[in-house]
Every structure is written in C-alpha cells, then in structure tokens.
C-alpha cells in the first residue's frame, strides 16, 4: 500500500487546509484498516490528528475536534483533512498513515507552513 499526501505548502492564519491522502495498492474500504492524519511541528513530536476508519466511522484528537473534518471518497480511494481558523502553530508535517491487519503505512509527508 502506497499512500501519497498532496495539499498546499503554504496558508494564511485563519484559512482553512485542505490535504488529500490519494491511497495506491489497496482500497480503503479494505475490513479492519483505519486511515489516520498525523502531523509534527518542528522540533516536536508526532500528533495524532484523527482518523476514518473502513467503514466510514471518523475519530478526532479532542482537541482538534472543533476545527479538523475528516472524510473519504471511496471512487478515488482517497482520503481527506479539512482544518479551519489555521494559527501559525499549525505548521507541521502532515502525514497519512494506515494501520490494520497488524501492518502498518506512512506516506512521505507534506510541509504546511501557516503564515501570512
């Protein structure tokens, strides 16, 4: 399984970030896999944002709840992140992530720098 992240670099404060998650060698209706948004700000760890699982069922940091959406579109095995009001710490590398069947996936990352 291939996962690929794809989204823009850079954002101004209070705007909304849209990143897509385009799933390659595996659907992502497949039982028992959750597809996951994790992010790292610089110099810090890794942040687990949320995830959709195979059956569609979304899950949000607390946290994050308020601002993140997490969605699928099952016709080109993508996935979603949709977060708004972006503050400058949102600046991280964002990544999608696969987990099930005792395997486990990571995509590459992307850069998002909030900035006006």
């Known amino acids: 399984v291939q996962l690929q992240e794809s989204g823009p670099g850079l954002v101004k404060p209070s705007q909304t970030l849209s990143l897509t998650c385009t799933v390659s060698?595996?659907?992502?209706?497949?039982?028992?896999?959750?597809w996951t948004w994790i992010r790292q700000p610089p110099g810090k760890g890794l942040e687990w944002m949320g995830a959709i699982a195979y059956s569609g069922s979304t899950y949000y940091s607390p946290s994050l709840k308020s601002r993140t959406t997490i969605s699928r579109d099952t016709a080109k095995n993508s996935v979603h992140l949709q977060m708004n009001s972006l503050k400058p710490e949102d600046t991280a590398v964002y990544y999608c992530?696969?987990?099930?069947?005792?395997?486990?996936?990571w995509g590459q990352g992307t850069q998002v720098t909030v900035s006006s």
């Open positions: 060698g595996g659907s992502i209706t497949t039982n028992y896999y959750y």
């Open positions: 992530n696969a987990v099930g069947m005792g395997r486990e996936y």
